[in-house]
């Protein structure tokens, strides 16, 4: 059974910084693409960073790239996101994802390229 679990989230002040984590379970956690999207209210949920199976390959979305680092630990099955100079308008629940790579080996942007979810997790910026 996989288990995607984030984990991290919270309050916090504009310009300041929180980094999520994500635990997957039940999965070759080195042959999964890893992905981070967020939903805010009224909004679909969209795509904020991805990387590669070997940690090489990262893609992010405009609003983020400078701000926002994904990186993973292949021997602990956790997938990061380290989130710095943080804005009122990334206030969203960020969900992390998870799908086996095909070859050849591409960073995946989309939702429906994904296949396993975590119940996301609350991030909250003040202005």
């Known amino acids: 059974q996989v288990q995607v679990l984030e984990s991290g989230g919270g309050l916090v002040q504009a310009g300041g910084s929180l980094r999520l984590s994500c635990a997957a379970s039940?999965?070759?956690?080195?042959?999964?693409?890893m992905g981070w999207f967020r939903q805010a209210p009224g909004k679909e949920r969209a795509f904020v960073a991805g990387?590669?199976?070997?940690?090489?390959?990262?893609l992010y979305a405009d609003s983020v790239k400078g701000r926002f680092t994904i990186s993973r630990d292949n021997a602990n099955n956790t997938v990061y996101l380290q989130m710095n100079s943080l804005r009122p308008d990334d206030t969203a629940v960020y969900y992390c994802?998870?799908?086996?790579?095909?070859?050849?080996?591409?960073?995946?942007?989309?939702?429906?390229?994904?296949?396993?979810w975590g119940q996301g997790s609350q991030v909250t910026v003040s202005s």
């Open positions: 994802a998870a799908t086996y790579s095909s070859i050849p080996v591409r960073v995946r942007t989309t939702v429906r390229e994904y296949t396993n």
């Open positions: 039940g999965l070759t956690f080195s042959s999964n693409v």
């Open positions: 990387i590669s199976p070997s940690g090489r390959s990262t």
